[in-house]
Every structure is written in structure tokens, then in C-alpha cells.
């Protein structure tokens, strides 16, 4: 058994057996604090150790689930069960404004944008009359169920305990699927997630908004726990006290979640009593304690506790490669393939400007259905530019593409990968932490339509099946399948190439583009990508090839554009081209 399932089902057992056993409250006390925090750690490993967007609000979300159930509970006597969904009501709302607002920052504003939300929220919370200011609201009602008061800590453990694990397994779930892999891209891979046809800010908001409502949760829980609610445990320092907890567990490991929110209020609770003993005074010296402890554990363990675990255990308990299930699975759906010698692309007179510099300059070619073109020039031609102004990469400033008769000069990348075209990088840009196949499956994104809720529950299983049969096919038709369960960052350069452009074959293009594949590549890896090549022309595949290898490129097209100083300098066969004086003066200068 993976060691991944192994000891989160021996704790899973654990947990359901502590209330039951003759321990003292102060455990079971504990322990419900651990499920309630994890709740809000779970969202933290979604929106931080994933998709890289730092939060210190996700306190400010807690206490939006607190005060909503708690005030309709106690000024208007509505069930505690609505006082939930009108918290996760209210939540989904301010989620939705502040991700508008604060997710098209980057860098470090967004982080401080979190922090200024944070405040503003906790200040309003703590100055409305209706809502108690800094007094809150007492008397908040335990919760029932099916008649049962769950006043009780041990009553109420089952139901924290269930709220943390489901939202565990649904996390999990998500970052298995067709939008978890997209939402994997979100850490340092946007660019390439984009050209494979993923909205990258629709996925900010999605993780957002999910850490957010698991926020709400755990705030709601809270509330009927403490039984009243004040503003202090909603405010920043309480923030920066969950992202504490997902980076100690391991911030983008979900049981890392559990580990972390537990290390942290046993260490807590443990610091209070014993720091006042030994500096013989009272203070919050806890938290100059836990900011050592966090500077050594990205030290010496930057991943957290519970991937450093894994890895001491993986030596008894191997990982075993995801279970080949999708033999036999249907077919995904093919778009419509132009007919050999049909116009597929057309340039013309594309320009791009950075400022007072033109970096292309009106520039046209076009290519034919079932062609390899070759864009060549020297260092600084502008060859990387009009394959990035093609591919919606850059936007031109002026002249037109239009692809497959449309228009696509203005359109951003994930809209022209949707009519058709799909592109590999000049450094690979890839998920180094997936498999090869997972990657391979991201280039299926357009092909399949499951969304975030589906993957959640698990419904999506039939169609992720025919996404990875199309994945390991495409990688069968480069030679590569026998590498498809290896992590992508484990490969070596010509692999990772090769693997690139499977992720493009998968989803299914009319035109491929390739940027500079060979770059980097040994002699033999140079004639297998060739010949890959060679196979894809062979089976209709139309291509458009920007590289430096003049033997690459001399023997693989069928015509070659020369670009000099963002100019087009001629356009031949490779023996037009070999034979131009032009060229050779471009590339070796001329005699004076």
C-alpha cells in the first residue's frame, strides 16, 4: 500500500476511536481546535502551496462564517443550519469582490492587499453595533442534529472531525482532475497553462473562493463551539497564524494541513505554559518562539513536516504508479483537420513595437496545410517575437493573422489554442512536480469540459479515463510512453522537449508550433526529434518551426523564412536559402 494511504487511514482510525476512549477532555478539547484550524490550513495548501497566491486574511473569511450563523441565531432564532448557509452565502460575495479586486495584483502587492482586506474587514466587524463591536455576540446556541444537541466537545468532535475530512477529500480530489491540474499550473506555469487554453484568472478566483468558504466553515463551527464571538480571534495575527500552520504541515500537501494545525496548537498551548515558568513573566513570548521554529523549518525542511515524512518513509513504502484504468476508454472528441495544401496561416504585414524600438517588422508569410515552415535568423531577428505575436502570446501593434480564415491577431493565446493551435516553448515549460502523463493530459484541457464541483465529488472519473488513454496515446506516437509515470522535472532536457510537444498533440491542433525543440539537445536526441517530426508531417500534421540548428532546419521543411533585425529577409526552399548571399551575410557578415 502507498505510504501516501497507509498512515492517513491509521490516523483516520484514530481519530474516530479518541472520544470514545477514557481520555481526558482537554484532549478532545484540543483536538477539536486542530479539525477547525485544518479546515482553514486545507484552503491555505489550495490557494498558497498550489496556485502560489499568498493569503494572511483567510481569518477575516472565519470570522464572516462566525457572525453570520451567530447573529441569526441569536437576534433573530433562526437554526444554526441556516446561519451555515448564510454564512457561506455572505462568504462567496465579499470572496468574489476582493478576488475581482485583489488577484489581478502579483508580486508582493497581493500579499499586502490580503493584509489591508484582512484589517478593513476585522475593523468593520469590531465597530458595527448590531454586531456587538468589540464585545460580539454572547449566547450563541449549540448546534442539533436529527434532535441531538451536540453541546457536548465530544459530540461536537464527530461533526468538526467529518467537516475536516470531507473538505480533505474533496481538496484531494479537485487537484486529481482536468481543473487540478490547471489549478497546479497557477504556481509558475500561467504562461503555458494559457496556451493550452486555460483561463489562469478564472482559477485564481475558483481557489480563492474555495479556501474562502472552508474558512466559513470552520468559522461556523467555531461559533458554536465558543458559544460566542468577539472580533480578536478573526484578526491578523490569527491569519498569519493559519499560513504558519500550512507552511509547517507542508504548504501544498493536503494532510500536511492536519500535521501543521496540530504541531502548531500543541506547541502553543505547550509554549504558554512553560515560557512564563522559565523567563519567570508574563508576555506573548510564544510568538517570538514559533517565528525561530518556522525560520528553521524552511531551513531545513522548506516542504514541511509531512512531505519530509513521506520521503523518510517512501523507503519502506514505495509509491506505486497511478492504476492504468482508462484501457478501452472512449475516444476524445476531434476537431475537423484542413485538407492538404488548404491556407491555414496567413501574416500579413505583422508589426510589434516596444516602445521606439520595432522588434518585427511587417513581416507576412503563409503556410499551407501539411507543410513544415522553418522562421530562422540570427540572435536578436525577432524570431521568439512573431512566433509569440502568432500564438496570442504578445499583442501586435499592428497587421493581421488569421488562422483558418479568422482573424486572430488580437485574441489572447487560450482563445487561439481553442481554433486550433498549440505550441511547445524555448524553455520548457512544464508542472515539475506532476507526472509525465499529468502533464501530457494538461494539452487535453479544450477536449473535456468537467469543472471544479464534478472533480470535488468524483464524478469526473469517465472522462479523465479518456483523458489519459488520449495522453498515453500521444505519447506512444512520440516514443515516450514507457517514461509517462516519471515526474516531468525529472527528465532530462531532450525528454522534456519531446513531452512538450505531446502536450501540444494532445490537444489536437491544426497547426503545431515549436519553438526551438532541438536547443539544447545531443546529437542522437536531435535525429529523434527529426524524425518525430518527419512521423507528424507524414500524418497530415501542419507545423511551424522557430530554431538556431541549420542541419535541423535545412533537412526538415519544406520552406524557410529568414528574418534579420525584426525584418523578413527572404523566403525559399532549404536550397533557395542556402544558396542566398543574403543569408550568408546575415549570418557571417560580409567582406569589405
Keep these: 500500500m502507498k505510504s501516501n494511504k497507509l498512515f492517513p487511514a491509521l490516523g483516520l482510525m484514530l481519530l474516530a476511536l479518541l472520544p470514545v476512549l477514557p481520555v481526558p477532555e482537554f484532549w478532545i478539547t484540543q483536538a477539536n481546535y486542530i479539525g477547525m484550524f485544518a479546515l482553514v490550513a486545507l484552503g491555505l ?292 483537420k484542413p485538407q492538404p495544401g488548404e491556407l491555414l496561416l496567413q501574416v500579413d504585414k505583422l508589426r510589434k513595437q516596444f516602445g521606439g524600438l520595432v522588434a518585427v517588422n511587417d513581416v507576412s508569410f503563409t503556410i499551407k496545410a501539411g507543410e513544415i515552415i522553418g522562421l530562422i535568423g540570427p540572435n536578436g531577428a525577432g524570431k521568439s517575437t512573431t512566433f509569440n505575436l502568432i500564438s496570442g502570446v504578445l499583442s501586435a501593434t499592428s497587421g493581421q493573422v488569421r488562422f483558418l480564415g479568422q482573424s486572430i491577431a488580437r485574441l489572447p493565446s487560450r482563445e487561439i489554442a481553442r481554433r486550433g493551435m498549440s505550441r511547445t516553448f524555448q524553455h520548457v515549460k512544464m508542472i515539475a512536480d506532476m507526472t509525465v502523463l499529468e502533464n501530457v493530459a494538461l494539452g487535453g484541457y479544450l477536449r473535456s469540459s468537467n469543472g471544479t464541483a464534478r472533480a470535488m465529488l468524483r464524478l469526473d472519473r469517465e472522462e479523465e479515463r479518456r483523458l489519459f488513454a488520449e495522453a498515453e496515446a500521444q505519447l506512444k506516437r512520440i516514443g515516450m510512453e514507457a517514461q509517462m509515470n516519471e515526474l516531468a522535472g525529472n527528465l532530462a532536457l531532450g525528454p522534456q522537449r519531446l513531452m512538450e510537444i505531446a502536450r501540444a498533440l494532445c490537444s489536437d491542433p491544426a497547426l503545431l508550433l515549436l519553438d526551438e525543440p532541438a536547443a539544447g539537445l545531443r546529437h542522437k536526441e536531435k535525429q529523434a526529434l527529426a524524425a518525430v517530426l518527419r512521423q507528424l508531417k507524414a500524418e497530415g500534421m501542419s507545423i511551424l518551426l522557430v530554431e538556431h540548428d541549420m542541419d535541423f532546419v535545412m533537412g526538415l521543411t519544406d520552406r524557410i523564412v529568414v528574418m534579420e533585425f525584426g525584418t523578413k529577409l527572404i523566403e525559399g526552399t532549404p536550397a533557395e536559402v542556402q544558396a542566398s548571399p543574403e543569408v550568408r551575410a546575415a549570418y557571417l557578415g560580409t567582406e569589405h
Design 45 to 336: 495548501v489550495l490557494l498558497t502551496g498550489v496556485g502560489g497566491l499568498t493569503s494572511f486574511g483567510q481569518a477575516a473569511f472565519v470570522g464572516v462564517g462566525a457572525y453570520a450563523s451567530a447573529l441569526l441565531s441569536t437576534r433573530y432564532g433562526l437554526s444554526p443550519w441556516l446561519g451555515l448557509v448564510a454564512g457561506l452565502a455572505v462568504t462567496l460575495v465579499v470572496a468574489l469582490v476582493l478576488a475581482w479586486i485583489t488577484l489581478r495584483m502579483s508580486g508582493h502587492y497581493l500579499p499586502l492587499a490580503t493584509i489591508a482586506w484582512a484589517l478593513s474587514l476585522n475593523y468593520c466587524i469590531a465597530n458595527m453595533d448590531f454586531l456587538g463591536k468589540y464585545d460580539g455576540l454572547l449566547g450563541v446556541p449549540a448546534l442539533e442534529l436529527f434532535g441531538f444537541s451536540l453541546a457536548d466537545g465530544r459530540a461536537m468532535y464527530y461533526l468538526i472531525w467529518i467537516c475536516a475530512i470531507l473538505g480533505a477529500l474533496a481538496v484531494r480530489n479537485l487537484l486529481d482532475s482536468r481543473p487540478g491540474r490547471a489549478i497546479r499550473a497557477l504556481g509558475g506555469a500561467t504562461v503555458m497553462a494559457e496556451a493550452m487554453g486555460v483561463s489562469t484568472f478564472r482559477y485564481k478566483v475558483i481557489v480563492f473562493v474555495i479556501a474562502a468558504l472552508l474558512a466559513s466553515v470552520s468559522g461556523w463551527l467555531f461559533a458554536h463551539v465558543q458559544r460566542t464571538v468577539n472580533p480578536s480571534p478573526f484578526a491578523l495575527k490569527m491569519g498569519i497564524e493559519y499560513l504558519f500552520m500550512a507552511v509547517v504541515g507542508g504548504v501544498s500537501s493536503v494532510w500536511g494541513a492536519f500535521v501543521g494545525a496540530g504541531v502548531f496548537k500543541i506547541i502553543e498551548d505547550q509554549l504558554k505554559e512553560l515560557l512564563p515558568q522559565l523567563l519567570g513573566s508574563n508576555g506573548n513570548f510564544e510568538i517570538i518562539v514559533l517565528g525561530i521554529v518556522l525560520v528553521l523549518m524552511l531551513k531545513y525542511a522548506p516542504k514541511g513536516l509531512w512531505p519530509s515524512v513521506q520521503g523518510l518513509l517512501a523507503r519502506w513504502f514505495p509509491a506505486r504508479a497511478r492504476v492504468r484504468d482508462w484501457e478501452g476508454a472512449a475516444a476524445l472528441a476531434s476537431r475537423p
